[in-house]
């Protein structure tokens, strides 16, 4: 069985301070993992991926996320906040077993202030 | 390059009247497809999948149907809407192979009245 956990549904954060949103999974073989975002009512844009190679993924506008498998957790990163990125980011785990689709979290809402 | 069109945008109707949300794809062929609904506050949950033509596979029984007549055509119906069947649906596709992630479309904001 596979499930995401994102601990924080809402986060909030000044403009130019670090952004962390954090990602805890269960999966009971090898997983996929990816961050995904999505800003008002509008469809999904994926960020990053891990699937099997180097621990550290680095994605688009910034943000990188690291895979630790002793801690199960996949969580989303980036330096420094732009108004911009305002918007929902979902976790998101697929396992490797055939036939499986994937498994979102429920969501963090970030928010950004000037 | 590939490209997924979802349509309409927004949708409203009436409770008891029947729905018909289209999705395509563009650009590839023997796409895995997918319907997800996302209402607030409870992420994305997976309503159908398919891997072919006239193959769907139902993750959550309901008021809702799903068809595949063509390759790169995925089509949510339902004969009679609900209240509850409110909320913002999305089609996606991926390539076969679980290291695939998704691809959206723009999504359908459906409110039942």
């Known amino acids: 069985a596979q499930s995401v956990t994102q601990l924080d549904s809402h986060v909030s954060v000044s403009e130019g301070t670090p952004v962390l949103l954090r990602c805890n999974y269960s999966?009971?073989?090898?997983?996929?993992l990816f961050w995904y975002v999505q800003h008002p009512n509008k469809g999904l844009q994926l960020l990053l991926k891990?699937?099997?190679?180097?621990?550290l993924v680095k994605g688009i506008n910034g943000f990188e996320a690291e895979f630790k498998k002793s801690e199960t957790s996949f969580h989303l990163t980036k330096p420094s906040a732009h108004m911009s990125d305002a918007a929902e980011y979902f976790c998101?785990?697929?396992?490797?077993?055939?036939?499986?689709?994937?498994?979102f979290g429920k969501g963090t809402t970030l928010s950004v202030s000037s | 390059s590939q490209t997924i069109h979802q349509w309409p945008a927004t949708l409203v109707q009436p409770v008891g009247s029947p729905l018909s949300l289209e999705c395509t794809v563009e650009?590839?062929?023997?796409?895995?497809l997918y319907w997800y609904r996302q209402a607030a506050g409870r992420g994305l949950q997976l309503l159908f999948y398919?891997?072919?033509?006239?193959?769907i596979s139902s993750e959550v029984p309901q008021n809702l149907s799903a068809s595949r007549p063509q390759d790169r055509q995925f089509i949510l119906s339902s004969k009679k809407l609900l209240l509850s069947d409110s909320g913002f649906y999305l089609c996606?596709?991926?390539?076969?192979?679980?290291?695939?992630?998704?691809?959206f479309g723009s999504g359908t904001r459906l409110t039942v009245v």
């Open positions: 996606a596709w991926s390539r076969t192979g679980p290291s695939y992630g998704y691809t």
């Open positions: 999966s009971s073989y090898s997983p996929s």
């Open positions: 891990y699937t099997s190679a180097a621990t």
């Open positions: 998101v785990v697929r396992s490797n077993q055939a036939g499986t689709a994937l498994i």
């Open positions: 650009g590839t062929s023997n796409p895995n």
């Open positions: 398919s891997v072919g033509i006239g193959q």
